[in-house]
């Protein structure tokens, strides 16, 4: 077995969205905002291999939506799915499964592309089971006023209309029935409903892709929430229990949003939880 992260493109968003009420004076010193008042984003995956599955956590924004879309999110660097699958000696077709966190366009847009001649949309993994949960499901299918925008429907349906789509009901049983990955679920609701967080445990330690739970390094004093958030006092108390539990035992934290820090430990200090060392991939597991 064997983790690999897949890069599949940098963005920027505003940075009062990301931060909620936390003021720029504060949130600027670990964020940095261009002129716009935008900060850098990635789009950061995992890739699993695991005997004969290969499953890739989450996708990306994709490139179907039109050029007006990708307009509003400044696009930046040479990160794409296929490349970064390709570093590491993959096709997209040799995807078995595709684990989505949650189904906003940053995170599940490169699970569905353009047909051949652009008249509808199809899966772009054709041999991978989709793997999402039912509550979340019915979330995103009839979404909220606050977040309509980030469910989109071409994302979405395709989905379930070419019949890959699936829902985890027992983490290590429906979807990784046999594995001997050490694997689990925490499924939080602040940000969005029922979003989940894989946790593995992989060469002697817990590595967790944090999702929107904790999308930067920024993030980690609890008052820190996104604008985005619909619960914003419920991630915060979300946010407390796992960074507690990440301290307590010694997790690994795989930021998917940070564009300049790719994984991260935290501590106990006086003013409570903050980070501790930040490290790439490469240097905790070879």
């Known amino acids: 077995m064997k983790l690999y992260t897949i890069e599949t493109g940098n963005f920027k968003l505003d940075g009062g969205a990301m931060f909620g009420v936390v003021p720029k004076s ?12 935008m900060i850098d984003m990635a789009a950061r995956c995992l890739l699993v291999e695991d005997g004969d599955r290969l499953i890739l956590i989450d996708t990306g924004m994709g490139n179907k939506q039109s050029e007006k879309f990708f307009g509003y999110y400044y696009m930046f660097g040479d990160h794409t799915l296929d490349g970064s699958l390709q570093k590491h000696g993959f096709h997209r077709d040799d995807i078995t499964d595709v684990f989505m966190t949650h189904l906003h366009f940053d995170h599940c847009g ?8 652009r008249t509808g949309y199809e899966p772009a993994f054709k041999n991978a089971r989709f793997w999402t949960n039912k509550d979340h499901w019915q ?57 989940m967080l894989p946790h593995f445990n992989y060469q002697g330690k817990t590595l967790v892709f944090a999702a929107d739970l904790l999308p930067t390094v920024g993030h980690i004093p609890l008052p820190y929430v996104m604008g985005y958030d619909t619960r914003p006092l419920l991630t915060m108390d979300e946010k407390a229990t796992f960074l507690n539990k990440a301290v307590e035992n010694e997790y690994y934290i795989l930021l ?25 991939f490469e240097e905790i597991f070879n």
């Open 26 to 37: 504060i949130w600027n010193k670990t964020n940095p905002a261009d002129a716009n008042n």
């Open 110 to 117: 490169g699970s569905i592309q353009w047909n051949k001649d």
């Open 139 to 195: 979330w995103a299918i009839k979404p909220n006023p606050r977040e309509k925008a980030s469910f989109l429907k071409e994302n979405i349906l395709p989905m379930e209309e070419s019949g890959q789509l699936n829902f985890i009901t027992n983490p290590t049983g429906d979807f990784l029935e046999n594995s001997e990955l050490g694997f689990d679920i925490l499924f939080a609701d602040g940000h969005t409903d029922k979003q």
């Open 256 to 280: 998917e949003h940070d564009a300049h820090n790719e994984i991260c430990t935290v501590k106990h200090t006086e003013r409570g939880v903050r980070l501790k060392d930040i490290y790439t």
